[in-house]
Every structure is written in C-alpha cells, then in structure tokens.
T-cell receptor
Framework: AQSVAQPEDQVNVAEGNPLTVKCTYSVSGNPYLFWYVQYPNRGLQFLLKYITGDNLVKGSYGFEAEFNKSQTSFHLKKPSALVSDSALYFCAVRASSGSARQLTFGSGTQLTVLP | GAGVSQSPSNKVTEKGKDVELRCDPISGHTALYWYRQSLGQGLEFLIYFQGNSAPDKSGLPSDRFSAERTGGSVSTLTIQRTQQEDSAVYLC????????????FGPGTRLTVT
C-alpha cells in the first residue's frame, strides 16, 4: 500500500521569506510524486512532479521540490513567499509500475503567508 | 483549451434519493478518475477509467456507488439511496496517462445530503 505524510497541518511564513512544506511517502518500487495546490472553493491545481531524472524539479509560480530517495521525502520549497501563495497544499504519490494509477494524497498543509 | 468541467457545482439532496454527478474531461485525455474530498477523510480515490479497459473500482465505498464512462469521454458518478456520510466534494480528474502522468482536476461538485 502507498501512503503520504504531511506532518504539518499549518505552516506560517512571512512574505519574502523562504518556505518549505514537508512531505514523506511510502510506495513499492520507484515513486511518481506530485504537488497540488487548492484555493478556497476550487479544485486542485497541479504544481510540479517528479518522475525521473534530476532530484530538484521546478514548477509553476516559482515553486520547486527536491526528491530525496534515501529519506523518502519530496519537500516543496519556494525562495521568497508571496501573500498570494496562501492556500492548501497536497503532496501525492503513485507507483511507477503496477496497475494502480490513482494518486494517494497526504492530508494537506495550510500555508499562510503573512504580509 | 478547456479544462475538466463538472456539473452541477452544488447539489443538495434528501437522504435516500439518488444523485448523478457529471464529469467532462480534457479532450484527448484517456484516463479519468473520481475522488472524494471530505473533512474527515481527506482526498479519497473512488474509481479510475483508462481507455476501453475495465474500470478500477477498488475505491468505491459501497455498492450504492457506481460510475460509467460513455464513448471514452464523459463520465457519470451515481450514488443511490444517498446517506448523510456521502456529503463531500466529488472531484473528477483526467490525464494523458502516457508520458504526462499528472492529473488535471475539475472544480468539483459539492454534495450535501440532508
């Protein structure tokens, strides 16, 4: 079975400061990893993914994430936070092999960027 | 291009009634997924369609839930004899599956069972 842990329900950061939203995963074999963002009363928007290759992946709105196989982590980062980044962030995983294609999501982290 | 669309955006129904939720995926996407988002359970997978293959129904919570995908495009999720615990936001997603992998989500249908 695959699982995702987002240990922080809430992350607060001052505007202009770097932000990190943590994610660890468990999956059989190699993972495909994703970050999504959800604004109030909206669906999930895709931010970035790790499939293979470079461990540091870059995505939308200046976000990036680092895949660390030994620590089974995929933390989301941004060098300088904006107030408009305030939203609910979800990490998700699926196995790269096998018949299951659905995503398993973490419980979400509410990011608040303070002006 | 158009994204994933879902209808209705909101649905209020009485306990025991049947409801149908519709999803129109991104054109050309071969894979279609249904998820449910609720406060207590987070984001849960319900069912997955890939092309003409038999759907993966492993996430459906009970036999009151069913889904179909006609012509490889539009999908309908049906909940029979709705219960209060069915209240949630039902999200549909689609993907290219080959190469892309990322799933693109619709805005969801908020279902309230009274």
């Amino acid at each position: 079975a695959q699982s995702v842990a987002q240990p922080e329900d809430q992350v607060n950061v001052a505007e202009g400061n770097p932000l990190t939203v943590k994610c660890t995963y468990s999956v059989s074999g190699n993972p495909y990893l994703f970050w999504y963002v959800q604004y109030p009363n909206r669906g999930l928007q895709f931010l970035l993914k790790y499939i293979t290759g470079d461990n540091l992946v870059k995505g939308s709105y200046g976000f990036e994430a680092e895949f660390n196989k030994s620590q089974t982590s995929f933390h989301l980062k941004k060098p300088s936070a904006l107030v408009s980044d305030s939203a609910l962030y979800f990490c998700a995983v699926r196995a790269s092999s096998g018949s299951a294609r659905q995503l398993t999501f973490g419980s979400g982290t509410q990011l608040t960027v303070l002006p | 291009g158009a994204g994933v669309s879902q209808s209705p955006s909101n649905k209020v129904t009485e306990k025991g009634k049947d409801v149908e939720l519709r999803c129109d995926p991104i054109s050309g996407h071969t894979a279609l997924y249904w998820y449910r988002q609720s406060l207590g359970q987070g984001l849960e997978f319900l069912i997955y369609f890939q092309g003409n293959s038999a759907p993966d129904k492993s996430g459906l919570p009970s036999d009151r839930f069913s889904a179909e995908r006609t012509g490889g495009s539009v999908s309908t999720l049906t909940i029979q004899r709705t219960q209060q615990e069915d209240s949630a936001v039902y999200l549909c997603a689609s993907s290219l599956e080959v190469g892309g992998y990322e799933q693109y989500f619709g805005p969801g249908t908020r279902l309230t069972v009274t």
